[in-house]
């Protein structure tokens, strides 16, 4: 197989794992990376010092291209977003909005620029804002979450913008990758599968949930305020946050607070009571902890299985 993303990236396989925020540290992102794929580090909320740390941590690891997600509602993305620019990251992604404020800064520092968008309106506004490719990422996928499937998406967008399509959501093994690919991706990436690789620093009572839960074990919540919808494993605070939601009296300020630090409960302390456990809908297809690189070997040996001879066509 032959895709694009990999001659303009410098990796050997079209494989990127998640920015899950509290999870994709630097040393997920270099066993990622070494295994052949594009690790990410996660920017999340936190500050400069923090994305620095672990920024070179994963440079202690591997000497493979890795990148870094940057949330562009983050209180600290300008002090970030200037990080990633001095440390020359070869790619950023990014979410929650576009980056057109700073893909002039990137693009000087030599960073290919690729943003996470859930629509042909957001790709289109992406690539007119100078994104180097975009990841489409349907409804199926953990954490925010647009409207869409990944199987009526990602064509969608592949018909309506002249840049690489990376797909994403609701993708787990080398069916999914080759499904990517006849739909005009020229690479994946994976969150969910991710969550169980031996070098994923989430808490053991996150994996034990993740290798337990089925094909209706998620839900999304966020949906009644026009929030930032998200998909999260059931669980007891998944319950109480509906039955909030849509209670008469809530109002989104109510939600808001109900959900600060959450998500940090679940991936750091494995609260199962009061944690949000962000997971895709493909969980169901997550069945052991191995390796890194053992899940990428894997997956590129299943797709290569189904589309023996066939060619990812470059743009």
Not at 59 to 85: C, Q, W, Y
Not at 153 to 179: E, F, H, N, S, Y
Not at 284 to 299: C, D, L, R, T, Y
Request: glycine letters at 10%; proline letters at 3%.
């Amino acid at each position: 197989m032959k895709s694009i993303l990999c001659e303009r990236l410098g990796i050997k396989y079209p494989i990127f794992q998640g920015g899950m925020a509290w999870i994709a540290d630097g040393k997920l992102a270099a066993a990622v990376s070494n295994a052949g794929g594009l690790g990410i580090i996660s920017a999340m909320n936190a500050g400069p010092d923090y994305l620095r740390r672990e920024i070179a941590a994963a440079r202690s690891l591997t000497d493979k291209p890795f990148g870094v997600n940057i949330m562009l509602m983050s209180p600290h993305v300008d002090e970030v977003a200037e990080v990633v620019a001095e440390e020359k990251i070869p790619v950023v992604t990014t979410g929650a909005g576009l980056p057109g404020k700073y893909t002039a800064r990137w693009k000087d520092a030599g960073i290919t620029v690729i943003p996470v968008v859930a629509s042909v309106a957001y790709a289109k506004m992406a690539v007119r804002a100078g994104a180097d490719a975009v990841i489409a990422e349907g409804v199926e996928s953990g954490g925010h979450v647009g409207e869409t499937s990944t199987l009526a998406l990602v064509p969608q967008i592949c018909d309506r913008v002249d840049v690489p399509v990376i797909a994403a959501g609701g993708i787990a093994d080398g069916r999914g990758m080759a499904a990517s690919f006849m739909l005009g991706a020229v690479g994946i990436q994976m969150g969910t599968r991710f969550l169980c690789a031996e070098e994923c620093p989430v808490h053991s009572n996150y994996k034990d949930m993740v290798l337990k839960a089925t094909d209706v074990s998620t839900v999304v919540t966020g949906r009644r305020f026009n929030a930032s919808a998200c998909r999260c494993l059931k669980s007891s605070f998944s319950r109480e946050y509906l039955k909030l939601e849509y209670a008469a009296d809530t109002t989104a300020e109510m939600m808001e607070q109900y959900g600060v630090g959450a998500f940090r409960k679940a991936a750091e302390e494995g609260n199962v009571a009061e944690g949000c456990f962000f997971c895709g809908q493909i969980a169901g297809m997550v069945s052991k902890i191995q390796p890194a690189a053992e899940i990428i070997a894997e997956v590129m040996a299943d797709a290569e299985k189904l589309m023996k001879g066939s060619v990812i066509w470059e743009k």
